[in-house]
């Protein structure tokens, strides 16, 4: 049976995104287009339905639809967050439509194996495991399709966070069994980000640097043909689409050179996060993974501003374990998105046992999302606040100051870079 397809055609970016994530709670496969797409590619989908998202349509660009003739268009996605406005959607896709609600994340598990074993056959595969939920789900996936042909690669880039490299080497080899390389590569990025101060350069370097990674990797193991990746939709978007051009590029987006050795496998691509997280509790994964609050493949490469060294990583270090630590404590964990310390490029004055200091400070950032299109700043109670700031100022070196961001996403996004 052909997979039914509603089409949003957008022209404002995250609200797009919002609409989708509403209809795919239905059961309704759902993919956002550009509000100027031509005929012949909207066509191409086969959509059963069209809805507008965004309120920038003049009259020439409205005249596409008219020829499409496919339907009702659906009006403002602002009125879909409520509860009027997810009844009527309701209504609009199954009993104007016909939708019938069939796509499931069981059901997509069970096309997506077929899908990558017909891509595969008898291919090699190696996947770039990063430990977070998007390349476990998509190795776990993967592992489904080709069993013994997929190699998971474990690259440790001197970018993580403390007792990340260990924690994650046994989580996946001494508890799950799957097959891992470990690999060091610290001292290979950090003397390729020497110096580089522009956050959009830095992803860039990143994204180059794992996929050389993978291919000298490869040229040890003999003819590999395939490379995993646990990209997300969300990825996907904010690395620019027509409508809302870059916002940040992704290290698994933007950064893949020309010339990839490796035909990629990019099973998770059209999820959202929380879609993500239903297929990995339905493939076994243990909630302490899927729950993991999510890591930007760069790493603190994007939590330090300005240039990257040892010194700065090390404070960064602290101080996150610090953060992560107290949250846990308080209970707060599961209820928040991404907790996480950043080191600003920024240097100010303080007093510490009566001396004059002039040393970094360090932000943090705390936010409540659904799938990271949008998300809020947490109100912790002072408390937490507090004994955050104490623990980091009398614990990790060369810091006398802690402040704390209360942005939400837009206009910000979660990461400082």
Known sequence: MERETVIILDSSGQYGQLIARRVRELNVYCEVMPYNASKEKILAKNPKALIISGDSFDSKKASIFNELDLGMLIYHPKSIDTLGGKETLKHFLFNIVGCSGSWTMEKFIENEIQAIRKKVKDGRVLCALSGGVDSSVAALLTHKAVKDNLTCIFVDHGLLRKNEAENVIKTFKDKLKMNIIPVDASERFLTKLKGVTDPEKKRKIIGEEF????????????????LVQGTVYPDVIESGTETTGVIKSHHNVGGLPEDLKFELIEPLRELFKDEVR???????????????????????????????????????????????????????????????????????????????????????RAVKSEDAMTADWVRFPYDVLDKISRRIVDKVPNVNRVVYDITSKPPSTIEWE
């Open 211 to 226: 996929i050389r990674v993978f291919e000298d990797e490869a040229a040890k193991l003999g003819k590999i043909d395939f």
């Open 278 to 364: 239903k297929i990995g509790l339905q493939l076994g994964l243990t909630e302490e993974i899927v729950f993991r609050q999510p890591f930007p493949g760069p790493g603190l490469a994007i939590r330090v501003l300005g240039e990257i060294t040892d010194e700065k990583l090390h404070t960064l270090r602290e101080a996150d374990f610090i953060v992560t630590e107290e949250i846990k404590k308080a209970g707060l964990y599961d209820e928040i998105w991404q907790a996480f310390a950043v080191l600003p490029d920024i240097k100010s004055v303080g007093m510490v046992k009566g001396q004059r200091t002039y040393t970094h400070t360090v932000a943090i």
